[in-house]
Structures are given as C-alpha cells and as structure tokens.
C-alpha cells in the first residue's frame, strides 16, 4: 500500500482555501487550516460552511477528521512543511493588486528551512521574486516559495480542483516544487514546471485572455444589435472553429466577480509600472464597464422615461451556483436604475444575504414570482436555472408591465413571447 501523501497547511479559508482543503483530505492528506476571521474558524470548527460552493460542505464533512481549523499558525506550522496561501488578493484603488493580506503571511512566517510557502493566490508577476528578496533580507532565506496558481470557477470548484485542465508549478528548483507536484500527482492533469515569474503570468494572462473573449463576443454583440445579426447564431458558427472554440463566447452584460474585474486590472497596472502600456486591456475593461449599462437604454427605449418604474432583477449573483457578490454586474446596474429614479426589486436563490449588505435601496423578494409582481419589466441579471424554468404566463398574469431583458440570452425567447411579452436579448435584433 502506497503512503498517505502528506499533511498540508492551508492559509485563508475563503472560495479557494477552502476547496483545496477539501480536496487534498479527499486525496487523503490531513490539512491545517488558519484563517484569521475567528467567526468563520469558529462556524468552520462547528460543521457550517460560510460560503455556497455545490458539494464543498458534504466534501468537508465527510473528511472532517482530516481538517483542521484554527487561528493559530503554530499547529500548522508543526505538522505540515506545505503551506498553501490562499488569501485575498482584492485590487486597490488605484487597479494594483493589494498584497497585504499576503505580505501579513510571509511576515509571520518563521525562518524555516523546513517549510515552504505555496502561493495560491493570485499576485502580480515578480511577486514572488520581492518575496524571497525580502526574506533573504530578513534572514528567512531558508523558507522555499513555490508559485501554484488556481485556476478554479465558483460553481464547479470541486469539479475543477479535481480534474484541472493544468497544474502549474513555479519554484527555483527546491525540494518543494516536487513536493507540490507530487501531491497533484494522482489527479493525472498535465504539468507545467516552470519558474516562479512564469507561473505566475499563466494565471493573470489566462483570465486576462478569457476576459478579453468575453469583451470580444460583447461588442460583436452590439454590432449585431446595430446591423439585424443574431450574435447566437454568430458565436456558434465561430465557436466551431477549434481555434476560437465555444467557451467564453457567451454575450451578456458583462463580467464580474472576484477574478476577472481585479486580475485584468492588476496585468495591466503591472504593465504600465513597467513603462508598458497595455492598450488591449484598457478596452476590455472600457467594454465591460459600458456593458453592464447598456441594459438601462434598453429599458428606456420600451418604457421611456425610469422614473417611478418597478424593475426587477432576476438574479443578483455574479453567476449561477455561487453566493459571491464581489463586482457582480447586478451592483452596478441596480446603482444606475435607482439614479434613474427607478424602483429595484431583486431576488436570488443563495446571494441574498451577500446583497443586502452591498446594495441599499433594493426590495428583496423570496421568490422569482414575487418579484415580478407589479414589475413594469423583469432583467435577467444571473443565469440561475431556475429562471429558465419561470412559466412567462404566470409570469405575464402577476407583471404590471411586457418587458423581458434577458441580460444572458438564457431564456427561452419563445416562450417570453408566447406569453405576449417583449423579449429584448443581447445581441439578438
Ligand atoms: N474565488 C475564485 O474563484 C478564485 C479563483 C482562482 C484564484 N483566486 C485567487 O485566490 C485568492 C483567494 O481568493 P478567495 O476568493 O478564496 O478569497 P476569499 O476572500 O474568499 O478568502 C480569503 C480568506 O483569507 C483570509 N485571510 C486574510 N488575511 C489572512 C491572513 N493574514 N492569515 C490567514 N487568513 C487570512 C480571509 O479571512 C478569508 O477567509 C485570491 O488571490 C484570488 O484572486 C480566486
């Protein structure tokens, strides 16, 4: 019989921390985990997960005499030599990614040659290089780095950590580069060993590179509102050419979440802190932002003038399967309806309680029917599955109003119009 693979420490319990856990205890390590949030160490310790991931509390349950959960870092540091970074990485004012809650890590960090520091998070290129420059300077030269990025979405996470499409290991050619790539072993995806500056651009060039996708089939999209095109039809005939491929050719109203917003924002800071200016970048995010407000006019060319107008929100989620909120487009378009004197009604099947604390204003109902009640005109905001099964007749019997913006060309438009609605999608004239 094989040995057990070995024990990890995962530092930060959020979407990613949380998911990696989880999943090496399923490959059979036992695996430390420290979060300084001491609400969430306490609800962890007591069964409760603090985030919607499918699967992710039947997984930690059913391993949970692998897991640990603490605040300290002490134990951590005593069983495991691996300690996986997974803190957020959230973008400044300014577009930089801020690597505080990282650095506060590396500072607590003891010099060690027994231990590494495997970061998960996402950082800028050259991250970890300031890093063991840093540590060298402290006389913590001992403790290895390795970048290991994630490349996991929010809703399939536990799929993803289990069949990832690549796993990417960045170190100096220390023990622990190995190390990492020993435990990813048995999931038999292809690896790429590389160095640290390499691996770390994999990561913000591929969502860079998928953002761009989306800004892409966008603006095609709106061309295709202009010139009678059904973007639909458009995407599918390009998809099928294997070397654009049909992922990520979805037209909507923009992307959001805690990745793409902030990552394609810190690739091309990090480009300009170089005297490099990556004009690319600043159109897909010049589009995005244009994006998520263009369903305003189009509300506006059916009912003239907000003021005073009930418009519901179906979906509120930056995307289905995930109670995440972090730049979800549903804030930004919520803030511009309410500038135009509208009345926002919402609701979303998991992200409720993440909204109320990010919007004000908004009436928050407990079912898709109820929030259409009274609505002169229903968006879909969030592709949940369960507003593509909304009955538009029943749907059409409780609106005070026709129209139907289907903000993610997920409904049946069909169906919409069977019930005498209006159906306005994107890109489809
Ligand atoms: N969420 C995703 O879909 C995703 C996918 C790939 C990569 N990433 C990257 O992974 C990183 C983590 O993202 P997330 O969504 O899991 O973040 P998150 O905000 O959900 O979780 C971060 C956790 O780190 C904890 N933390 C902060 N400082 C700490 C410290 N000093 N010590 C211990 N814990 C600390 C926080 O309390 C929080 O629980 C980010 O860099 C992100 O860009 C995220």
């Not at 390590?29 to 991931?53: F, H, M, N, Q, T």
């Not at 005499?65 to 004012?93: D, I, K, M, N, Q």
């Not at 290991?169 to 500056?197: F, K, M, Q, S």
């Not at 990745?259 to 159109?283: E, I, M, R, W």
Request: glycine letters at 10%; a negative charge.
């Amino acid at each position: 019989m094989s040995a057990a693979p070995e024990p990890i420490a995962v530092i930060g319990t959020g979407y990613v921390g949380l998911v990696t856990a989880a999943g090496f205890a399923e490959l059979g390590s036992d695996v430390w985990c420290v979060d300084i949030d001491a609400e969430k160490v306490a609800l962890l310790r007591a069964g409760e997960v603090p985030i919607y991931e499918p699967g992710l509390s039947e997984l930690l349950a059913a391993h949970r005499e692998r897991l640990r959960f603490s605040t300290e870092l002490g134990p951590a540091l005593e069983h495991a030599r691996l300690l996986f970074v997974a803190v957020g990485t959230p973008a400044t004012y300014s577009g930089d990614a801020d690597l505080s809650a990282v650095h506060a890590v590396v500072d607590s960090m003891p010099d060690s040659g027994g231990h590494a520091l495997v970061m998960k998070s996402t950082v800028p290129c050259g991250t970890g290089a300031a890093i063991s420059r840093a540590l060298v300077a402290r006389g913590r030269g001992a403790l290895a780095y390795v970048s290991c990025p994630e490349f996991l979405k929010e809703g399939s996470a536990l799929e993803d950590f289990r069949h990832p499409d690549r796993v990417v290991v960045g170190d100096e050619g220390t023990w622990a580069g190995d190390a990492v790539a020993e435990l990813y072993a048995p999931l038999g995806a292809p690896l790429v060993r590389t160095d640290i500056a390499s691996a770390e651009m994999v990561k913000l060039a591929s969502n860079a590179f998928l953002a761009t996708k989306i800004s892409f089939i966008n603006e095609i999209a709106n061309v295709c509102e202009e010139t009678g095109a059904d973007v639909e039809e458009v995407a599918r005939g390009m998809g099928l050419d294997e070397r654009i491929g049909t992922s990520f050719l979805r037209p909507g109203i923009g992307f959001g979440g805690s990745c793409f917003p902030k990552d394609v924002s810190a690739l091309k800071q990090l480009a300009g802190n170089t005297g490099y200016h990556f004009q690319l970048l600043g159109a897909v995010i010049e589009v995005n932002e244009l994006q998520k407000r263009r369903v305003v006019g189009k509300l506006q060319k059916h009912l003239g003038e907000l003021v005073g107008k009930t418009v519901t929100l179906l979906g509120l989620a930056f995307k289905p399967n995930t109670d995440d909120m972090r730049e979800a487009s549903s804030l930004v378009l919520a803030a511009r309806l309410q500038a135009e004197g509208a009345h926002v009604r919402a609701y979303d099947p998991v992200a409720e309680d993440e909204a109320r604390e990010r919007m004000t204003g908004v009436e928050f109902a407990d079912s898709a029917l109820d929030a259409l009640a009274g609505a002169d005109a229903a968006v879909l905001v969030t592709e949940w599955p369960e507003f593509t099964e909304i009955e538009w007749s029943a749907a059409a019997g409780v609106m005070a109003g026709t129209l139907v913006v289907d903000g993610r060309n997920a409904l049946d438009r069909d169906a919409v119009r069977g019930a005498g609605l209006i159906y306005e999608g994107v890109g489809r004239a």
